[in-house]
Structure formats: C-alpha cells, structure tokens
C-alpha cells in the first residue's frame, strides 16, 4: 500500500479530512488535479452561513426549501467549528462571528422572515425579527427601504485564501502527504483496497475518500456509484476598501445577495448571481448582467456602496444537492470508499470532514454520520 486514505481534491473539504486524519496518525495521500484550493473553495465568498437562506423561496420551491432547511444543524455546527479551528491552528484565518442579517422591504417579505424565524428555532438557531429602532441601532447604514430582518448572531466570515492553506499546512505538519497537479482518473477494486490511475503514476490504497466538489459524481462513477450532482456556475465582486462600517453578513429576503466587509476594508458582493463556464476554456466566466443586477441590489441596501469602485469580479464552480444522504459516508455498494461532499459550503466544511474522520477513525460505525450530526446538534 502507498497510503491508507487517499483523498481526491484539496479543496476545504480534502485539507479538512487529510487534517483530522493525519493529526490521529492515519497515513494520508492528498492528490488535486490542480493546485490546492484553487476551486470552489478558494474563489468562494467566506460567508459563514447559518440561518435559512432564501433562495428556494425566491423560486417557491419549497420542497426544496424544507430539504435545506433539515440540514440548518450542520451550519450551526460549522461555525462553530471554524471559531475552534482557528484557535486550535493558531493562526488568525479572520474568523469574525458579527451575526448576520437578511433583511426585507416589504410586509410580504417580513412575513415570511417571521415564518423562517419559527422554522429556525425549532432547530436550535437564537435568531430573530428585528425592526424599527432596534434594526437602526444594529445596522445603522442600511437604506430606510428596510422594513425589517431576520438577525442571526452566530453568523460571521472567514478569509478562505488563508483559511483553506492554513489548515493544509497543519495537515502537512502531522505528516499529510500532498501531491499537486495529479488527477485521479479510475478506481480498481482490489481484494485489499484500491487501485488508482492518476495522471502522477498508479497509487495502491486501503481507502478513497471523495472530495472532488462538482466533480464528486465523475469520481463516484470510477467505483461504479450514480450520484444525482449539481454545478452551480457562480459570481463575485470586491470593491475597494472602505473604513469599517459594515460588521455583518448581509442577505435579502427576495433578492440574491450576499454582503459583507473583510478584515482589509474590502466590502464583498456576491449571493448566487449566475456567472458560465467559457466553452473556449472551460473556465468560469463573469457575465456582465450579473455584474450590474448584484451590485444594484448591494448599494440599493447600503447606499454608502455608491462612492466605492469595483475592483475585481471573479467566479466559481461550486457543488450543490440539498439531500445529504445517501451521499454522505462510506458507500454501503463499496466498502472502503467514503464520499466526504455533503454539500454544506465552505461553513460546514471542516465539521462534514470531522464527522467523516470519526466514522473512519472507527469511532462512529454506524457510518451516516452526518444523520448522527444533525440528531446530535439539534438537540
Ligand atoms: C462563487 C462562490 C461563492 C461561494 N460562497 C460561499 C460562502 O460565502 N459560504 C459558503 O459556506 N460557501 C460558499 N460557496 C460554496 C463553497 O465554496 C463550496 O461548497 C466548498 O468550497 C466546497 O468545497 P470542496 O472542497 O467540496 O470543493 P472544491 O473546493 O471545489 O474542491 C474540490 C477539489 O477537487 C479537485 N478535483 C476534482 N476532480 C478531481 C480529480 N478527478 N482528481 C483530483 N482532483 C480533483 C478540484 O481540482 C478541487 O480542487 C461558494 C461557492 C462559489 C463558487
């Protein structure tokens, strides 16, 4: 064997797993196609997330809006964890917990926040309408056109560009192996393990874990697993810096949007605004509409946005199902191979990758670790 586990994809999910493995001394291989972080989780807008997002609402889909919101625990759980692992590295990656607000402009939309707020804390969540004079004296650079919001304390940010290398470098320091550049290309069944072609030479293993974000199904299929899997083709925007003035997240109860100022001043833009992959490259692409629609929507918000100019726009590929299992854990059709995408962002990245590490570390057999997650925290 070359390694015990090895991991396909060095995004937040891949590090976070190569991390809780290696610290406990299991050999680890780590192999990307490209370079670490460079995919969802580096182009990603370091919201962390926690109350119920609006965007199955917008669309009235609301199936799907109950699927998401069954899953508001891990969130919970998530930011948590990335509070825990910033002190636990010992390295300031900007986790800011300064709650966060979604906020409505008319009755209709502040009704439905009352609505969310009830499905909230029948989960756990401490959030909460807030309106008139309270909302002003908590976010006093919101435009008058905001009737009311859905406050939610346990929501903040992360810098993912130093986040997502900080914890590689500590998987490294307990002996995580990675190799950049490598892609895993097909799996063979062995009577011991795996057989893996990658494009950096075969490597023999006991087991897989999945971590290759939107491409999670191409990489189940290599064991013979059809995963129903979903890309989303995002976008983003960074102003330049401005003195402190915003210390939230902020989202809109019926608008793509989210919003939030970093620790260097910059205010990020962003929500699930569509962005293409170029047929020519096969890159993410920015789109000029949802350039013009994001960052109206922002500055129609927080009308102090007029002044600043963009600076950058980027997007990102990113991996999406509301239905957790029976995605997540170790395929019962092929044991030894551990899917660690529960579709969670970046926020419950690191605790969706801790979970799996329990399982595989034996000290959680039942093997649905993210239903024992959920059981566990919305107690
Ligand atoms: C624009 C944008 C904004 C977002 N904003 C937020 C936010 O604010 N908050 C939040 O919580 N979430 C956000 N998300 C979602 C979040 O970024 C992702 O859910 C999360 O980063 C997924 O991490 P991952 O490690 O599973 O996937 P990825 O980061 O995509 O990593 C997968 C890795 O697998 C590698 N790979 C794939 N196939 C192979 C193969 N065959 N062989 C070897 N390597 C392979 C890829 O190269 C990649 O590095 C956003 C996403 C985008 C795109």
Redesign the pocket.
């Known amino acids: 064997m070359d390694t015990d586990v090895l991991i396909?994809?060095?995004?937040?999910?891949?590090c976070s797993l190569a991390y809780f493995l290696a610290r406990e001394g299991t050999d680890t291989l780590v192999?990307?196609?490209?370079d670490?972080?460079?995919?969802?989780?580096?182009?990603?807008?370091?919201?962390?997330?926690v109350q119920m997002m609006s965007f199955f609402a917008m669309e009235g889909d609301w199936e799907r809006y109950a699927r998401l919101e069954a899953k508001l625990p891990l969130y919970l759980a998530g930011g948590r964890m990335w509070r825990e692992l910033e002190r636990e590295l010992g390295f300031e990656v900007e986790v800011k917990s300064g709650g966060g607000l979604m906020v409505a402009e008319t009755d209709d939309q502040l009704r439905f926040l009352e609505k969310k707020v009830a499905g909230e804390r029948r989960l756990g969540l401490t959030s909460g309408v807030v309106t008139g004079a309270e909302l002003k004296n908590l976010a006093p650079y919101l435009s008058d056109a905001v009737i009311g919001a859905d406050f939610c304390p346990d929501e903040g940010k992360v810098n993912p560009l130093i986040a997502t290398p900080a914890i590689a470098r500590a998987a490294a320091n307990a002996d995580a192996v990675f190799r950049r550049g490598?892609?895993?290309?097909g799996l063979t069944r062995e009577k011991q393990g795996f057989a893996a072609t990658t494009s950096g030479g075969p490597i023999r293993c006991r087991r897989v874990a999945n971590?290759?974000?939107?491409?999670m199904g191409?990489?189940a299929a290599m064991v013979g697993l059809a995963y129903p899997t979903e890309s989303?083709v995002?976008?983003?925007n960074a102003t330049e810096p401005a003195a402190p003035f915003l210390p939230h997240l902020v989202q809109h109860a019926n608008e793509r949007l989210?919003l939030k100022q970093v620790a260097n001043g910059n205010l990020l833009v962003?929500g699930g605004w569509p962005a293409v992959v170029d047929p020519a490259t096969g890159q993410p692409s920015v789109v000029r509409t949802s350039v013009e629609g994001n960052l109206w929507v922002a500055q129609h918000l927080v009308p102090e946005m007029a002044h600043l100019r963009l600076i950058r726009t980027w997007?990102?590929?990113?991996?999406f199902s509301d239905v957790v299992n029976p995605i997540y854990g170790e395929a019962p059709e092929v044991p030894g191979f551990f899917n660690a995408?529960a579709?969670a962002?970046?926020?419950a990245?690191p605790f969706c990758a801790h979970v799996l590490a329990d399982v595989m570390g034996g000290r959680n057999e039942d093997g649905d670790a993210v239903r024992i997650a959920l059981a566990q925290n919305a107690d």
Do not use: C, K, W
């Not at 997007?315 to 991996?319: D, F």
């Open positions: 396909g994809g060095g995004g937040i999910v891949g192999i990307d196609r490209f670490l972080n460079t995919q969802a989780s580096g182009t990603n807008a370091g919201s962390l997330h490598t892609a895993l290309l971590a290759a974000g939107p491409d191409a990489v989303l995002l976008h983003m989210t962003g997007a990102g590929v990113m991996e995408q579709s962002g970046y926020t990245g």
